[in-house]
């Protein structure tokens, strides 16, 4: 199986680098392209196919990513167009706010009845196997949107939805990881206000929140009721809890995801 990634940007080059760790391929079944030499030297000794031709990319693909600004996919679907005409193969769609509409008329989806379209919102956690893709099925029969779902699942976690939320997902995922990052960052500097150096309090905070995401995932518990287990009455938990609510730590959080999407 030949899979092209176009573009090899922050999230390109993450989903490159996280598929050849996955074991789903070998690198030298992965081209990735891009106009930019610089961008590509990263991958100079991954064993990969690296290019800046688009067409030479696509020759011979099953799959197709295209991960590039959304100002510039209609721009890359006409140049590879020639190469992609009448073949089978699944395009996927990496660029936040293309409608599946637009990118169906510049595929033209009518007169090529082997091709499957996909859209698909994943997190820069790919290049870790660590990804939340939010994953949409345009133009595709449920064999091969398992193959594509599959293959996500290899780097992270897969959820197969509907076109209207993925807004929602891009606010809550992608963007998430950077709101979860400040969290991180935030209570490494309260670690080092209360007496830890920052290099001791970094590999604190972060232990701290791979366990909670653990033992959520572990559990299937509600984060409210792993929170019980540590709040006694009148302890330290409760009152650190109660100074961050009346900071409105819950509401900022929630009001900055609704933000996220204009709202």
Known sequence: MKIAIIGAGAMGGALAEGL??????????????DPSTAALSRFDKSGAVITTDNLLAVEGASIVFIVVKPWLVQQVIEGISPSI???RLSIVVIAAGVASDDICKWLRCDDNADLSVFLAIPNTAI??????TFLVPVKATETVTSQISDLFDRVGGCLITEERLLAAGTTLASCGIAYAM??????????V??????????????QTVKGAVALLQSTGHHPEEEIDKVTTPGGVTIRGLNEMEHAGFSSAVIRGLKAGMGK
């Open 193 to 206: 206000e209360i007496g830890f150096k920052a290099a001791n309090a970094q590999e604190i905070v972060l």
């Open 127 to 132: 290049a870790v196997k660590e990804s939340m």
């Open 182 to 191: 400040r969290y991180i960052r935030a209570s490494i500097e309260g670690g």
């Open 20 to 33: 050849m760790k996955s074991e789903a391929l070998t690198p030298s079944d992965l081209v990735i392209s």
């Open 85 to 87: 005409q009448g073949k």
